[in-house]
């Protein structure tokens, strides 16, 4: 087992589920520079460059700017850093008039429901109407049912067992 997996199993041991949980997660996952480089390479294999907006959000979005702003730069057409707390209920606010490339991807630490990735989106569209967010990156995937435009590092309700999942040992 690597150290996603490992650090994964020691908060589910902690918080096994609902908001401490993700708290939990969210605050491991931008804490530690292995995984979120490990992250980015994820992305990078799975993307290609220059043809879409990255949409970033809360602490993890300006974690990965912090660190990689250039990196990023090099691989999205334009970038958005929207406000945290969308999950929990706050409204998103993006600091935009208008939205060049309207095809958006999202990087985030996890995904459950997508209400998240939902609001960003209907936020978005109100700046553009034809924005969408084709594809979500996420660290952890949580939801119960596998989405085809949701792509994860690890993915809690798989198929495979712990040690196969995803990229998570690579």
């Known amino acids: 087992m690597n150290r996603l997996n490992t650090k994964i199993v020691e908060i589910l041991k902690q ?34 460059p220059k043809t879409k907006t990255l949409v970033l959000t809360g602490q993890f979005g300006v974690a990965l700017m912090n660190l990689y702003v250039e990196r990023l730069q090099k691989l999205f057409s334009d970038i958005i ?12 606010i993006i600091f ?37 967010i084709d594809t979500t990156f996420v660290v952890y995937d949580g939801s119960k049912n596998a989405r085809f435009d949701v792509k994860s590092m690890f993915r809690y309700h798989s198929e495979k067992p712990l040690w196969e999942n995803d990229l998570a040992n690579k």
């Open 15 to 48: 918080h096994p589920e609902g908001e401490d949980f993700f708290d939990a997660l969210d605050a491991m996952v931008r804490g530690d520079m292995s995984i979120l480089n490990t992250f980015l390479m994820f992305v990078e294999s799975n993307i290609e």
């Open 81 to 92: 850093l929207v406000n945290g707390g969308i999950r929990t209920g706050a409204e998103p």
């Open 96 to 132: 935009r008039e208008k939205i060049i490339n309207p095809h958006c991807v999202m990087l985030d630490d996890s995904f459950y429901s997508g209400t998240t990735r939902n609001n960003i989106e209907k936020a978005l569209k109100a700046i553009h109407s034809g924005a969408s």
